[in-house]
């Protein structure tokens, strides 16, 4: 199984700073017939389901701020969070979709400081 | 507009057995990669089971031998029959549905919570 591991666990942020949220896997999920990474990252609040901000690992969902940014490839992965805003305060987890099973990261809690 | 409602959750005595119901609008079930995600109370995510386009399925496994994932066509409807509960089954279950033609879980239902105990 791919074990993905996020970093770090949580963060405290200042609004209008920059966040970086990293995710690793413990094998490549690049693809490489078609050079994607599967990889995906979602937002999660309280009380609600996790709604997806970004897949291939750098292409945004339709809707989500382009204060929203990922990158990476092979194994390891960011999200980048430009300039934190009050409503972007959540947990923020990573899953790859490369082979099941499709696991995900532990999450990283964002908060605004 | 894409909606996925779960049902079919409740408290169930540990051994006990429980079938979840995901109803689709917007989207052909049995076109899709759809999915069940868990999140027991204050942790993350769980994957937990897919079944693909072809009718292909894949499990946790924590929960193989027990979950069966499956649809019915006529009813667009998505269901994952859990068997042989326990405690550690307890949690929000959300069903989830992939962008056409891929295995992004785009669409989300609100979830339905399983509690396991006696």
């Known amino acids: 199984d791919i074990v993905m591991t996020q970093s770090p666990d949580s963060l405290a942020v200042s609004l209008g700073e920059r966040a970086t949220l990293n995710c690793k896997s413990s094998?490549?999920?690049?693809?490489?017939?078609?050079?994607?990474?599967?990889l995906a990252w979602y937002q999660q609040k309280p009380g609600q389901p996790p709604k997806l901000l970004i897949y291939?690992?750098?292409t945004r969902d339709s809707g989500v701020p382009d204060r929203f940014s990922g990158s990476g490839s092979g194994t390891d992965f960011t999200l980048t969070i430009s300039s934190l805003q009050d409503e972007d305060g959540a947990v923020y987890y990573c899953?790859?979709?490369?082979?099941?099973?499709?696991?995900f990261g532990q999450g990283t809690k964002v908060e605004i400081k | 507009e894409v909606q996925l409602v779960e049902s079919g959750g409740g408290l169930i005595q540990p051994g006990g057995s429980l079938r979840l119901s995901c109803e689709a609008s917007?989207?052909?079930?049995?076109?899709?990669?759809m999915s069940w995600v868990r999140q027991a109370p204050g942790k993350g995510l769980e994957w937990v089971s897919v079944?693909?386009?072809?009718?292909?399925?894949y499990y946790a496994d924590s929960v193989k031998g027990r979950f069966t994932i499956s649809r019915d066509n006529s009813k667009n409807t998505l269901y994952l029959q859990m068997i042989s509960l326990r405690a550690e089954d307890t949690a929000v279950y959300y069903c989830?549905?992939?962008?056409?033609?891929?295995?992004?879980?785009?669409?989300w239902g609100q979830g339905t919570l399983v509690t396991v105990s006696s």
């Open positions: 989830a549905s992939a962008y056409s033609g891929t295995r992004i879980s785009a669409y």
């Open positions: 917007g989207l052909t079930v049995s076109d899709n990669y």
């Open positions: 079944i693909y386009r072809d009718g292909n399925t």
């Open positions: 094998q490549s999920i690049l693809y490489t017939s078609n050079n994607k990474n599967y």
């Open positions: 291939w690992a750098s």
């Open positions: 899953q790859q979709y490369f082979s099941t099973p499709w696991t």
